[in-house]
């Protein structure tokens, strides 16, 4: 009878020894997928400020979109032109060292419409990539394999000599001579974009 208790106690300590080991567990799996949640939920958040959809968006700012949430993120621009209802605005962000610029043109329906939209938005930061992971930084062969390109012109900026590319799908790429891509344009779907695009680049020759 003493040897029959001696076992049951053992069997006891042993069973809730297990069961604790088992909530330990638990409570760990619960920590590291609620930590694997929060990265998944952070990188999630830091690429929809960086995602480019060509015809559509740049980060967080969409074409026909009001400029006034642009506004508010970035601040003052830098560098702004306006006149008879549009608008160029420009901000220099420092990135690590490297100047950075982010561009945006508008528009307003004078007498039509109390807002301004924003009609392109140009960006030279490398963060800023299609979902296929094209953007500055790519090479031209490689954006080739994706985008249907057409040649419009070139400009200079700082001294240096550009070509622009054009895609019907809503997105320009600045191609410098290393036929490396240093800068995109978002801009609608179909537009005929020859003449559209001199607000932004002000000194572009366009391809004869």
Known sequence: MKKLAI??????????????SKAEKTEEDKIDTSQTHFETSKKNAEKDT??????RSLGIIFLDQNPEAVYGRYGTPDKSDAAMGKAV?????????????????????????????????????????????????????DILTKFKLKKLGSFTEEGQKFDLYDSPQGIAFEIDNDEVCTGILIHSKGEDASQNYIPIYENLKTKE
């Open 7 to 20: 076992i049951l106690i053992v069997f006891s300590f042993l069973s809730c020894k297990e069961n604790k």
């Open 50 to 55: 960086t995602m480019v959809v060509p015809g």
């Open 89 to 141: 605005s420009t901000w220099f962000v420092n990135n690590h060292g490297k100047k950075d610029i982010l561009t945006i043109y508008t528009s307003r329906k004078m007498g039509v419409e109390s807002f301004s939209r924003t009609k392109m938005i140009r960006a030279t930061a490398i963060n800023y990539v299609t979902k296929s992971g094209y953007g500055p930084g790519s090479d031209l062969v």
